[in-house]
């Protein structure tokens, strides 16, 4: 077997795996099957390559790609940041303020949408609020979650409420869910947002049937050991979260999940963190990889990224890559730091841990054996110049792709600095709906060049670069490939490039009018191979393009929002 039949036959083994595991028919749907020409979960299977076999567009005629349809959701405050879905021709997708929408995968036409009523108080309150970035499907339901702390379930036929579950209380603690759940068997998996607030990160897991709250899990001291790295109380309000969803290994039966920063995002104590300042100790499992036990939500393994962070670097991405390499099983998950690291998929362990970008100067390096941290730079109270990566990271929660014919990592690089305040902030000791970040920092070029962005093709799990594209901004949106070796760009100014995915060349490109901030993905429906792509502008990131490039960025129209489809004529 070579090495592509070998790539192509783990793929078809995920989708297998992915559809037995979504759950059976939905009307004329039916998940448990194999089928490429669906997209059923935020990361294409479980294996989150964001990666299409079907080959119908490719390197040979995508010049030929044209806008079949679009469609627009209205309200879209700040763009549309979600990931669609597609199972049996029918796409399905989130926009702001959780609106869920089912659309004729061929045509566009509408086949119905849920709008949500939430607490529009609650909302305006929020700073993360009110864009959704994604849904599950299975076992004839579509999931979304809230802002205002809900888990809901759609009838996937016709939209109606299967049942719609309170999980946390919004209101209190102006917490909720922005990303996508993930379905793993009988459970639906969901993390809360926002590190920068004052709560424990909870993750829950769902009945997909019912509703009812089966589990939850703590990312700030979830387990006895976890609080013990928390000096006093400052567990209770340490922050965490796992806001965008992780994925499921059903060799180990383990849940892989990404966990947000501790709060307050920076902290005074600088090098005397283990004893001192707002949160003193590791502060667990804040800014960590863990692994739960789907049907229980207890804590299997853990490796925390980066130790009591004190950069907003946290380990949120939800891109856990599982791949084969030389009899091992492995897990490639890149952190915000701009560091992706490589884990053995059965204890955890650190098996590589490689750098994405160049602008690195928070740590001088990271042991890629241990994955020890060496050479902190922890920053005491006062002005600091010149800290690489900015908060928005090296890397960002959209999701690169992996393609199994080429053997290669596509991955968006953030090359930008800050120069940063630290202020000593009044302890919070209970739980609040307050903001805790510690700092006032401002988006800065790098020492001797420009902020700028790159796309790479790289060996996953050495991090070996084949080829990259430099971008003027980075591309804030994810990205894909295809069987038709071919990997999508949606960049920043609003242009969608297709390039070679073997030797990085440039073959096709669409400019849609705004810049780009959620997901893209490839499906059939009717016999056609179609590319789906989200658009949309003025996300938390997006918003500071002005400032720090200038236009198009100035005049870009914001909270707007459009899923234009590609096909060949």
Not at 195 to 201: F, K, L, Y
Not at 445 to 464: F, L, M, Q, W, Y
Not at 488 to 504: I, K, M, Q, S, W
Not at 530 to 541: C, F, K, P, R
């Amino acid at each position: 077997m070579t090495k592509d039949d070998k790539g192509l036959s783990m793929l078809a083994a995920g989708i297998v795996l992915a559809a037995s595991l979504l759950g059976g028919p939905a009307g004329a749907a039916d998940l448990n099957k194999e089928s490429p020409d669906d997209w059923l979960t935020y990361h294409g299977t479980y294996r989150s390559y964001h990666f299409s076999p079907l080959d119908q567009i490719n390197a040979g005629n995508v010049k030929q790609l044209k806008v079949a349809w679009m469609h627009q959701p209205g309200r879209s405050t700040r763009g549309l940041q979600s990931m669609p879905l597609v199972a049996d021709g029918t796409l399905y997708y989130s926009g702001s303020y959780s609106r869920v929408f089912a659309l004729d995968g061929a045509t566009g036409q509408v086949k119905w949408t849920y709008f949500p009523k939430l607490d529009d108080e609650l909302v305006a309150a929020q700073t993360h609020s009110p864009y959704n970035r994604g849904i599950a499907l299975g076992h004839g339901k579509v999931f979304v979650g809230t802002v205002d702390g809900r888990l809901i379930a759609l009838d996937m036929a016709t939209g109606k409420v299967a049942w719609d579950t309170k999980l946390i209380d919004s209101k209190k603690l102006t917490v909720g869910f922005t990303g996508a759940p993930l379905l793993v068997k009988d459970k639906v998996v969901i993390g809360a947002q926002g590190g920068e607030w004052p709560w424990r990160g909870p993750i829950f897991g769902v009945d997909a049937n019912t509703g009812e709250k089966k589990w939850e899990f703590f990312t700030v001291a979830g387990t006895e050991e976890a609080k013990a790295t928390w000096g006093g109380d400052s567990w209770r309000t340490g922050g965490g979260g796992g806001w965008m969803p992780g994925t499921y290994d059903a060799q180990t039966n383990s849940v892989w999940w990404g966990t947000g920063n501790p709060a307050p995002l920076y902290d005074w104590a600088g090098p005397e963190w283990k004893t001192k300042g707002p949160r003193p100790g590791d502060n667990l499992y804040t800014t960590s990889v863990i692994a739960l036990d789907p049907d229980t939500g207890k804590l299997k393994f853990y490796h925390q990224e980066l130790p009591h962070d004190a950069w907003d670097f946290d380990s949120s991405v939800g891109e856990f890559l599982m791949i084969e390499r030389d009899g091992r099983n492995l897990m490639v998950h890149p952190n915000k730091s701009g560091f992706v690291f490589v884990y053995d998929r059965g204890n955890g362990k650190v098996a590589n841990v490689w750098p994405l970008v160049q602008n690195i100067n928070f740590v001088k390096s990271i042991d890629p054996k241990t994955g020890e941290l060496i050479g902190r730079r922890d920053m005491v109270e006062g002005e600091h110049k010149n800290l690489c990566p900015a908060i928005a990271g090296g890397i960002s929660w959209n999701s690169g792709a992996y393609n199994p014919q080429t053997g290669l990592y596509y991955k968006v690089g953030q090359e930008w600095c800050m120069d940063l305040k630290i202020v000593k902030t009044t302890p919070i000791l209970e739980p609040m709906a307050q903001l805790n970040i510690g700092a006032d920092f401002t988006f800065t070029n790098p020492v001797g060049g420009k902020a700028h962005g790159h796309v790479s093709a790289r060996d996953p799990v050495t991090g070996e670069k084949k080829w990259e594209v430099k971008y003027d901004e980075p591309p804030l949106a994810s990205l894909l490939s295809t069987g038709g070796n071919l990997v999508f760009v949606p960049d920043a100014r609003g242009v969608l490039t297709a390039y070679n995915a073997t030797t990085g060349d440039k073959l096709w490109s669409h400019n849609n009018g705004v810049g780009h901030n959620g997901g893209i993905i490839s499906y059939r429906a009717g016999g056609k191979q179609y590319v789906a792509v989200m658009t949309g502008w003025n996300s938390l990131v997006g918003e500071g393009y002005g400032a720090l490039f200038g236009e198009p960025y100035k005049s870009m129209a914001t909270d707007t929002g459009t899923l234009v489809v590609f096909a060949l004529p």
